[in-house]
């Protein structure tokens, strides 16, 4: 099976826009509404990829999560889950993360250093062919969490896929050209390209070692290239793209401001900014505001709030990632653990306590 197919019940062209019903641990964003219709978007408002449940998008709810099975009691893995913040180790790797964290929040140089080290750190020292996407993933709120059938060779990373659906089904890709930026080790790039129809995909991202990575394991798709490049400094000329695609990156940059501006410049008029990325919190309102009130010449077609089915998600991929961390060397052990979403981690806890945000938009640049 070649094609991403939807098991939902079809287009939900026509349908009333989606809104962020924050629920008790969501967001401080505002209920959403698309805030221009653009002359260029599907009839009715953007194209959305069918989902299983329209209904079930920001509605707050949280159920058919799986738990990890089969790790046993003492196994060494399950002994490293139960680690407190009262162990030697822990407490070494929170301090280090405390600090990592007020770094990246100190000046847009050193966030964009600190970030851009890790990610090169990350695909240096971890080559494992099956980690081929990194983001926390989408999942519906109910059932078996699927909101797309896959090709079996995508199911490993189904969840993380499904957040690449989500956000870059929002227009028809058919023959379009696309940029990714931030395409980390390129999985998301190779499965739109693969399966959303894209005359060509550029994927980006600043790691020189990721985009190795990429162009190694995904070689054999034809209509996909990789490029190191700075999401601030983009090396491509004006009007080059209809899609700039954007997942779970724009964290790391200096400014959003400067992104926007790059994205907005190297789109053809009329074309589309597709996001989504996780702020803390408090920093939701200000993302949503660089969005909304941008100077890039980007309209706000659609914002929505899915911090519950990245939630969701992050119960399903449990598996996986205990499989990739007992792959790797000590050191990159607890960061993987923290940072990845393994439940007793750091943003799983945050998650849980409602202090991230993970919202999704749809953009256009003015025509
Ligand atoms: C959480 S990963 C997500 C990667 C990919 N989108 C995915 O979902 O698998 C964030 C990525 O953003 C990249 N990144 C960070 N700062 C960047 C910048 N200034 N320009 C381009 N990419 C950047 C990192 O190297 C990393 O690969």
Request: charged share 20%; hydrophobic share 40%; with cysteine.
């Amino acid at each position: 099976m070649g094609k991403a197919r939807d098991t939902a019940s079809g287009p939900v062209n026509g349908n009333p826009p989606l809104r962020a019903t924050p629920g008790p641990c969501l967001s401080a964003l505002t209920p959403i509404t698309p805030i221009r219709q653009s002359p260029s978007a599907v009839e009715g408002d953007v194209f959305v990829p069918p989902l299983r449940k329209l209904g079930e998008i920001c509605d707050g709810r949280r159920q058919g999560q799986q738990r990890a099975p089969g790790l046993g009691h003492g196994t060494r893995l399950e002994r490293q889950r139960r680690l407190t913040p009262d162990t030697n180790g822990d407490m070494f790797i929170t301090m280090l993360f405390r600090t990592m964290k007020r770094l990246i929040g100190s000046t847009p140089v050193i966030r964009r250093a600190v970030t851009r080290l890790s990610y090169e750190a990350l695909s240096r020292a971890f080559d494992d062919p099956r980690l081929v996407v990194m983001n926390y993933g989408y999942a519906a709120l109910d059932g078996d969490g699927h909101t797309i059938a896959l090709a079996q060779r995508d199911e490993w990373s189904r969840f993380s896929l499904q957040l690449y659906h989500r956000v870059a089904g929002a227009i028809d890709l058919a023959g379009k050209e696309l940029l990714e930026i931030g395409g980390g080790r390129g999985g998301g790039a190779d499965f739109v390209a693969r399966t959303l129809d894209p005359k060509q995909v550029v994927c980006t991202d600043i790691s020189a070692a990721a985009m190795a990575f990429a162009s190694r394991t995904h070689a054999t798709t034809p209509n996909l290239s990789f490029q190191q490049a700075d999401a601030e400094h983009l090396p491509f000329a004006d009007a080059t793209f209809d899609i700039v695609l954007n997942v779970e990156s724009s964290h790391c940059y200096g400014t959003m401001e400067r992104f926007l501006g790059e994205a907005s410049r190297v789109l053809r008029p009329g074309g589309h900014l597709l996001f989504a990325d996780i702020r803390d919190t408090p920093q939701a309102p200000a993302l949503e505001e660089s969005l909304r009130h941008n100077h890039a010449g980007l309209n706000l077609l659609r914002l929505e709030d899915i911090t519950a089915h990245v939630r969701t998600a992050l119960d399903f991929t449990t598996n996986q990632k205990e499989t990739l961390v007992a792959t790797m060397v000590a050191p990159l052990r607890q960061m993987f653990r923290d940072q990845s979403g393994l439940p007793g981690g750091v943003v799983y806890r945050a998650f849980a306590a409602g202090e991230r945000t993970y919202v999704c938009a749809t953009l256009v640049k003015e025509g």
